[in-house]
């Protein structure tokens, strides 16, 4: 009889595991804590570099231009470079095409404008399945995707990663480039997700 097994966490993952337990044990921290310093790399710090750079190319079509051309010098130009951004591709969203990336070997992402990559990111599962039935991933995320749109997936690695730029959303004319950064989500700069809607936001 053949058995499941789950695959041991890494050597890392483990000494990760065993600071964070002792820590927990002597109060020097709480699970409040580490999950609160969780989100706030993975869904607060670092998406805010990305959606400068998205807002910028948003209202700005000679930025957009430098964006698109040479992703790593102009997001550079914000100040956002370093470590897993050294070699950066942006892909640009349209009503034809929508792009959505992964890394199917491991978890490569871009932490100088994304912070942390999600759970999700890291996952077997969609790394797997999202380059076999990208539409049916992204409709998982709640992403419908019509069918005359084209969906590329585009995997990442250690030499090159991407950034989405998603198209701007109806109805932000006149939104200033603070406002429409507020509108880009982590999801929207990966693929599996679309800016906010401009309803509510201050100009």
């Given at each position: 009889?053949?058995?499941?097994?789950?695959?041991?966490?890494?050597?890392?993952?483990?000494?990760?595991?065993?600071?964070?337990?002792l820590?927990?044990?002597?109060?020097?921290?709480?699970?409040?804590a580490?999950?609160?310093?969780?989100?706030?790399?993975?869904?607060?710090?670092?998406?805010?570099?990305?959606?400068k750079v998205?807002?910028?190319?948003?209202?700005?079509?000679?930025?957009?231009?430098?964006?698109?051309?040479d992703?790593?010098?102009?997001?550079?130009?914000?100040?956002?470079?370093?470590?897993?951004g050294?070699?950066?591709?942006?892909?640009?969203?349209?009503?034809l095409?929508?792009?959505?990336?992964?890394?199917?070997?491991?978890?490569?992402?871009?932490?100088?404008?994304?912070?942390?990559?999600?759970?999700?990111?890291?996952?077997?599962a969609?790394?797997?399945?999202?380059?076999?039935?990208?539409?049916?991933?992204?409709?998982?995320?709640?992403?419908?995707?019509?069918?005359?749109?084209?969906?590329?997936?585009?995997?990442?690695?250690?030499?090159?990663?991407?950034?989405?730029?998603?198209?701007?959303?109806?109805?932000?004319d006149g939104?200033?480039?603070?406002?429409?950064?507020?509108?880009?989500?982590r999801?929207?700069?990966?693929?599996?997700?679309?800016?906010?809607?401009?309803?509510?936001?201050?100009?």
């Open positions: 009889m053949s058995h499941s097994h789950t695959k041991p966490p890494s050597d890392p993952a483990l000494r990760i595991k065993a600071i964070e337990t820590m927990l044990e002597k109060g020097l921290i709480s699970l409040e580490v999950d609160e310093f969780i989100d706030i790399c993975e869904n607060r710090i670092g998406p805010r570099n990305g959606a998205v807002a910028r190319a948003w209202t700005d079509a000679e930025y957009r231009k430098r964006l698109l051309a992703g790593t010098a102009a997001i550079a130009e914000l100040g956002f470079q370093g470590g897993q050294e070699h950066m591709v942006v892909l640009e969203n349209t009503p095409v929508h792009n959505v990336t992964v890394c199917t070997l491991c978890s490569c992402y871009p932490w100088p404008t994304l912070g942390l990559p999600p759970v999700w990111y890291k996952s077997s969609y790394r797997s399945r999202v380059v076999i039935e990208p539409r049916k991933v992204l409709s998982e995320f709640g992403l419908s995707i019509e069918d005359e749109v084209e969906v590329r997936v585009w995997d990442s690695n250690a030499e090159m990663r991407y950034l989405v730029l998603p198209m701007r959303p109806a109805g932000s939104l200033s480039e603070d406002a429409l950064a507020g509108l880009v989500t999801d929207s700069m990966i693929g599996t997700g679309l800016p906010k809607s401009p309803q509510g936001a201050e100009p």
